[in-house]
């Protein structure tokens, strides 16, 4: 018995980072929002290293720069890595020029229960009715088109809320992404399985890099690193699918088992004591974590985070391209709900441009773990790309970097764009740099021909949230493709195409 009939301009299912940006985005633009999750937060999840232009560019058009800024996570300036034929660790840090370096170019290292209840109370403010402990079943179908879900509510009643876009942001159990129709696709090179708990008291690597996370290899895999504060550590060993068995068997056993065979990530837990109590006391794993499902949407449905695929975590890009996505099918669905353009032109947009970005964190990640050299370990000699380029590599700085936007004065937001510019052809020289450096630890990384397009693109989001309609005109990226809005919350024709 279902009870009385809600209607809703979108049903997000998921309150995680995808859920939450989806939902806020297209709520502060007066759309009625009904956000269902199935947990109470804060919840526990994994994925705790963040890059730049989470925070500072989708965080900041979310308006949540100063709540993030007083939540006293660890600020993160770039990773070290013990990771290529170099056996001392190496740095890459977010402002690739000591020039260009400024306030944006850092991440943080977060717990994800405080992050995500951050971004999910700020949905709250924006105008989303959030509902926890409401778990969606199935999406309703009517001629064609998703119209609603069913959903079990927090007293155990089966209700159902109509829309006229639901969208999938229940991440990598999701139950309904199977009805946006495709099939998702597991990724055989990046078939592996990670194996995580909390240590307290792990040594810290020396100032500026205190904050930055640490990826070791090592024989059988590669160890994460990742400091949450001043004592408590994350730490995860990736590992081949096959080593399942052995995992399971005793997982605490087999966690200290690969520590021992990584001197590294050993030395800096000599002093430390595993977390055995509350949200960080189990031994956890995940296996198959990557993947993508063959098409992001469909009529009055889209998929979006982890519910449309994942890659990978060694350069954290999992809440990168679940609030990416989220902002992609916002503008999508804010443009089609205005009515200023059909929902094909302006769901292929979304489409495109998220499998894109996945597609290139994809490829460099490839090109990264073929850098790691091993012939002894079955793990690394797995890793081995036949192809002998390394294609896409240069949007890492990208990536990884986002665009660091330096000293702006928005009050003379005019001028501080004339300064972006400059600072971007400083980025793009830097870069240039970079791949002239033939000594460097990332040279190999930087040598493909797409690396002006990849970072005029990866710098593009967090521009706009700097400068708004300062920032210039964007290109579309595929022919008759669309652009962002000034204000970054639509799609349009770019001028003179129509
Ligand atoms: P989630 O964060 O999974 O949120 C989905 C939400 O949907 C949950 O709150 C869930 O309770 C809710 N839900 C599920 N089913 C239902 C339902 N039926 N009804 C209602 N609600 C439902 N990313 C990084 O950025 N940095 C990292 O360092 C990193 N490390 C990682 C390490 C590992 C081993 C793995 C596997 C992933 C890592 N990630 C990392 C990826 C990161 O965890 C995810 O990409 C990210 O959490 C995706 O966000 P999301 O909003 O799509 O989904």
Redesign the pocket.
């Known amino acids: 018995n279902t009870s009385r009939q809600e209607e809703f301009d979108v049903v997000v299912?998921?309150?995680?980072?995808?859920?939450s940006t989806l939902g806020s985005l297209v709520a502060m633009q007066g759309h009625r929002v009904l956000l269902?999750?199935?947990?109470t937060f804060p919840?526990y999840?994994?994925?705790?290293?963040?890059?730049p232009s989470t925070i500072h560019g989708i965080g900041r058009l979310l308006g949540v720069t100063e709540d993030l800024a007083k939540a006293g996570f660890l600020q993160k300036h770039g990773g070290t890595f013990r990771w290529g034929a170099n056996p001392t660790p190496w740095n890459f840090t977010f402002s690739v020029s000591p020039k260009i370096a400024g306030p944006t170019s850092f991440a943080y290292q977060v717990e994800?229960s405080k992050f995500?209840k951050i971004l999910l109370d700020n949905a709250v403010r924006k105008g989303v009715e959030v509902r926890q402990q409401?778990?969606?079943?199935d999406v309703i179908e009517d001629d064609g088109r998703v119209v609603g879900v069913n959903?079990v509510d927090a007293a155990g009643t089966e209700r159902q809320a109509f829309a006229r876009y639901v969208v999938d942001?229940?991440?990598?159990?999701?139950?309904?992404y199977k009805r946006v129709g495709g099939n998702r696709e597991y990724s055989e090179f990046f078939r592996s399985l990670?194996l995580?708990g909390y240590f307290e008291n792990g040594k810290r690597l020396p100032p500026p890099s205190f904050g930055n996370?640490l990826c070791a290899a090592f024989p059988s895999g590669w160890f994460?690193y990742?400091p949450l504060s001043d004592t408590l550590t994350s730490v995860?060993a990736?590992v081949r699918r096959e080593d399942a068995a052995k995992i399971q068997g005793d997982p605490e056993k087999a966690l200290h088992d690969l520590i021992d065979e990584c001197p590294l990530i050993q030395e800096y837990l000599a002093d430390a004591t595993r977390v055995t109590t509350g949200q960080y006391g189990q031994i956890r794993v995940?296996k198959d974590?990557s993947y993508h499902h063959t098409t992001f949407w469909r009529p009055g449905m889209a998929l979006?985070?982890?519910?449309a695929c994942?890659v990978d975590?060694v350069f954290?890009?999992?809440?990168?391209?679940?609030t990416y996505s989220g902002l992609l099918a916002a503008r999508s669905i804010n443009t089609v709900l205005a009515g200023r353009l059909d929902e094909q032109p302006a769901f292929d947009e979304f489409e495109v441009r998220y499998r894109r970005e996945y597609g290139v964190f994809y490829e460099f990640l490839m090109s990264f773990y073929d850098m790691h050299v091993d012939e002894n370990s079955y793990f690394w000699q797995a890793k081995k790309v036949t192809r002998n380029s390394h294609t896409e590599l240069e949007s890492f700085v990208s990536l990884v970097a986002g665009m660091t936007s330096t000293d702006f004065e928005l009050s003379d937001a005019e001028s501080a764009a004339m300064r972006f510019k400059e600072r971007s052809t400083e980025f793009a020289d830097a870069v240039d740099n970079l791949v002239s450096q033939e000594q460097h630890n990332m040279a190999p990384l930087f040598k493909s021909s797409v690396v002006r397009q990849a970072m005029r693109e990866g710098a593009q989001v967090q521009t706009r949230a700097q400068l708004g309609e300062y920032a210039g005109a964007e290109a579309p990226i595929f022919e008759g493709g669309l652009i962002a809005s000034t204000d970054g919350m639509f799609w349009e024709a770019p001028s003179g195409s129509r």
Do not use: M
């Not at 299912?13 to 859920?19: D, H, I, N, R, Y």
């Not at 999840?45 to 890059?51: A, F, M, P, T, V």
């Not at 409401?134 to 079943?137: D, F, L, P, T």
């Open positions: 299912v998921g309150g995680g980072p995808a859920g269902l999750e199935k947990e919840r999840q994994i994925g705790e290293s963040l890059l994800r995500d409401c778990s969606v079943s959903y942001a229940s991440g990598n159990t999701s139950r309904i990670a995580f996370i994460w990742i995860g990736v995940r974590y979006v985070g982890d519910a994942f975590p954290s890009s999992g809440v990168h391209l679940a």
